[in-house]
Each structure stands twice: as structure tokens, then as C-alpha cells.
């Protein structure tokens, strides 16, 4: 599949990989998004799936959450689950009035899926990181 995107595109977001988990606690603790979003993906019992919940700044309970069921491990990978989890979380956030305001994180623990929102080129799954 050819580069879709133009030689001058920029992406509107950054991306981030802490160096340890203890980094990323002390990186959520400061975190001041006004939304905050969090993804996670698993196989399990021979099937894949992913999970979505959202959270504003000051609440003390989750906002939304939103799930997928993808289908068998023989048809879908969990690297296909965690891309999906990043389309739901765009999904939830559609609808928000004050999202154009606001600042918004988006957490996952699959650093695979962070390093490939950079690559310009056709791989597995790549249809879903276009989408």
C-alpha cells in the first residue's frame, strides 16, 4: 500500500515512551489533560478484544467506556486490538463539544502500537493505524 499521506504531512499529536513504569506513574501523576483516555487490548481464551474508558480532570469515576470484541486469535492479533482501542477512543471523542478545547492524553501500554503511529510505510495492521 502506497504512503498516503503527503511528503509535508505533520502529524497533530506527540507520542511518548517513559522509560520504565515507575516513569509512567510519575508522568500520569502530572499529567493536567483535561480528559484523559485509556486503552488496553488482550487475547484471551483464543479471542481478541479492547477496551476503552475515559476520565475528566477533578472526576472521581470513569466517564465512558467503550469495548470491542475483534473476533478469534486465528483471524486478528492484539496488535490489531490495541489500533482499535486507539479508533474508539477518536470515536468517543467525536461527539464532545468542549474536546476542541480541551486537552486531551491518550494512555496505552503497547509501546509496538506508539512506535508505529510514526511509520509511513504498509505493514500488518497498518490499515488501522491509517484509519
Given at each position: 500500500m502506497p504512503d498516503p499521506w503527503p511528503p509535508t504531512y505533520k502529524r497533530v499529536f506527540?507520542?511518548?515512551?517513559?522509560?520504565s513504569k515507575e516513569e509512567s506513574i510519575k508522568d500520569e501523576e502530572k499529567d493536567e489533560a483535561d480528559i484523559r483516555v485509556y486503552t488496553d487490548s488482550s487475547g484471551y481464551e483464543g479471542n481478541v478484544g479492547t477496551a476503552v474508558v475515559l476520565y475528566r480532570k477533578g472526576a472521581k469515576e470513569l466517564e465512558k467506556i467503550l469495548h470491542y470484541h475483534l473476533g478469534p486469535l486465528t483471524k486478528h492479533t492484539t496488535f490489531e486490538g490495541e489500533a482499535m482501542g486507539s479508533i474508539l477512543s477518536a470515536w468517543m471523542l467525536q461527539g464532545w463539544q468542549e474536546v476542541g478545547k480541551a486537552t486531551v492524553t491518550s494512555y496505552t501500554d503497547s509501546q509496538a502500537f506508539i512506535k508505529s503511529m510514526g511509520v509511513r510505510k504498509?505493514?500488518?495492521?497498518?490499515y488501522l493505524i491509517m484509519e
Open positions: 506527540t507520542t511518548t515512551i517513559a522509560e504498509s505493514g500488518s495492521g497498518q
